[in-house]
Structures are given as structure tokens and as C-alpha cells.
């Protein structure tokens, strides 16, 4: 009679075994056991998952130089990514300076045919109309254009009591108009940039002329601390 071995197992470990002898094709848990001790192998657990074998140096060597041949080949593509991300980049640079362009000439579009506009009105009379009248239609006026006048002072100081703005810039009188004035003074409270030329596309023919003339003699500056355009003085 064969001696017989006993072993205490889990509940859990006996459904293991039971379970990979089935799987292994041994007809009973005894045969599974017996099979393991003679050829001196472990018993695996189900979920167990074998170990990931180390590649040998050999191994190493083949998918170090696999690796650097894969690089080899991926390089050219990225510096030709990189060139082609450049060239995006110019090409939007391109676009964002024609829309720029665009919009200045729709500015001078609008600019010409509120001139056009302004030409074809029916005009009063010159002779017939009075100096603030004149003013309220052309909205500023320059001492410098009035080539008949025998005493500036006076001229503009009656328009001043008719109640015109009158700045002295420099050497000569400019009288401007309330309602220009106002106009004026709101274009350059909306501007944010230093650039006069920006501020002079957002102005009419005559009211740029009337920045220009003020900003040469001071009159309008821009406040780098306030980043504003601002006038020094109204007389």
C-alpha cells in the first residue's frame, strides 16, 4: 500500500488548484499535485502573470541600433514639420497685414464719398452767409487759409463770442466748430495707440489737417502714463 500525504489548503487555494488541473487536463487534483512534485515546477496561480523576460546584451545592441535608425528616419520629417510651421506662421503674418491694408482702404472709401457726398449738397451762397456760419459748415477754420483778413484777432475773437472754440496754435487762430469739436475730441478719447497716422486715418480730409496742425504746435500730445491722446488747452 502507497503512503499517503495530506495537505491543509484554503478554500481559496483548493478552487485554484482544482481549477488549473481541469485546465491542464489532469483528470484529477491529485494527478495535477503529484505532477508538479515530480517535475519540480511551481504551481501558478490563475491571476498570477509571468514576469517580462530581460533582454540579453545582445538584445540590447539589436533595439539600441533599431531605435537609432527609427530616429535617423523621423528626423528629416520633423525639421521639414518644423519649416512648414514657419512658413504657416509668415503666411498668417501676410494675411493679418493684407486685412490691415483692407480696412484702410474701406476707410478711405467711406472717407472719399463723404466728400463726394459733401460736394454734390447744395451750398449757400458765400456772401450771403455770416462767419460762424461758415464755421458750422466746414467745422474749422484756419487763420492761415484767410488771406483777405485785415485783423485775425478780431475775426476770431467775434467767433469766439458766437460761440466757436478758438485755439491759438503757433502763430495763427483755429476756430472749430462745438459740434466738431466734440467729434474731434471723441476720436482721440477712443484711440489707444501713439501713432498719429492711425488717428489720422479714423478723421476726415479737414479734421486730420486740424490734428496735425495741433499736434505740431503741442497743442495735442499723447500721455505715454495715461496712454491717451489729450489736448493741452482750449482757449
Given at each position: 500500500?502507497?503512503?499517503?500525504?495530506?495537505?491543509?489548503?484554503?478554500?481559496?487555494?483548493?478552487?485554484?488548484?482544482?481549477?488549473?488541473?481541469?485546465?491542464?487536463?489532469?483528470?484529477?487534483?491529485?494527478?495535477?499535485?503529484?505532477s508538479?512534485?515530480?517535475e519540480?515546477?511551481?504551481?501558478?496561480?490563475?491571476?498570477?502573470?509571468?514576469?517580462?523576460?530581460?533582454?540579453?546584451?545582445?538584445?540590447?545592441?539589436?533595439?539600441?541600433?533599431?531605435?537609432?535608425?527609427?530616429?535617423?528616419?523621423?528626423?528629416?520629417?520633423?525639421?521639414?514639420?518644423?519649416e512648414?510651421?514657419?512658413r504657416?506662421?509668415?503666411?498668417?503674418?501676410?494675411?493679418?497685414?493684407?486685412?490691415?491694408?483692407?480696412?484702410e482702404?474701406?476707410?478711405?472709401?467711406?472717407?472719399?464719398?463723404?466728400?463726394?457726398r459733401?460736394?454734390?449738397?447744395?451750398?449757400?451762397?458765400?456772401?450771403?452767409?455770416?462767419?460762424?456760419?461758415?464755421?458750422?459748415?466746414e467745422?474749422?477754420?484756419?487763420?492761415?487759409e484767410?488771406?483777405?483778413?485785415?485783423?485775425?484777432?478780431?475775426?476770431?475773437?467775434?467767433?469766439?463770442?458766437?460761440?466757436?472754440i478758438?485755439?491759438?496754435?503757433?502763430?495763427?487762430?483755429?476756430?472749430?466748430?462745438?459740434?466738431?469739436?466734440e467729434?474731434?475730441?471723441?476720436?482721440?478719447?477712443?484711440?489707444?495707440?501713439d501713432?498719429?497716422?492711425?488717428?489720422?486715418?479714423?478723421?476726415?480730409?479737414?479734421?486730420?489737417?486740424?490734428?496735425a496742425?495741433?499736434?505740431?504746435?503741442?497743442?495735442?500730445?499723447?500721455?505715454?502714463?495715461?496712454?491717451?491722446w489729450?489736448?493741452?488747452?482750449?482757449?
Open positions: 500500500m502507497s503512503p499517503i500525504v495530506t495537505i491543509k489548503v484554503s478554500e481559496e487555494e483548493y478552487r485554484d488548484l482544482k481549477k488549473r488541473a481541469e485546465e491542464l487536463g489532469f483528470s484529477t487534483l491529485s494527478e495535477y499535485i503529484l508538479m512534485l515530480k519540480g515546477r511551481p504551481h501558478v496561480p490563475l491571476e498570477a502573470k509571468p514576469s517580462e523576460p530581460k533582454p540579453s546584451p545582445e538584445q540590447s545592441k539589436v533595439i539600441m541600433a533599431v531605435e537609432r535608425k527609427v530616429q535617423d528616419i523621423v528626423n528629416p520629417y520633423t525639421a521639414k514639420i518644423e512648414l510651421s514657419r504657416i506662421s509668415i503666411v498668417i503674418e501676410k494675411l493679418e497685414e493684407l486685412h490691415d491694408a483692407i480696412e482702404l474701406r476707410k478711405a472709401k467711406v472717407r472719399l464719398e463723404s466728400l463726394r459733401a460736394e454734390t449738397r447744395p451750398k449757400r451762397r458765400r456772401s450771403k452767409m455770416t462767419a460762424i456760419e461758415h464755421l458750422r459748415e467745422g474749422v477754420v484756419f487763420q492761415s484767410l488771406t483777405w483778413l485785415n485783423n485775425p484777432r478780431a475775426f476770431f475773437e467775434k467767433l469766439r463770442r458766437e460761440g466757436a478758438v485755439i491759438k496754435a503757433g502763430e495763427e487762430y483755429v476756430a472749430v466748430d462745438t459740434s466738431y469739436w467729434e474731434f475730441k471723441k476720436i482721440l478719447a477712443k484711440e489707444k495707440a501713432d498719429p497716422e492711425k488717428v489720422k486715418a479714423k478723421m476726415s480730409e479737414r479734421m486730420s489737417k486740424l490734428f496742425r495741433l499736434l505740431s504746435e503741442g497743442v495735442v500730445f499723447y500721455d505715454p502714463t495715461s496712454k491717451e489729450t489736448v493741452a488747452s482750449e482757449e
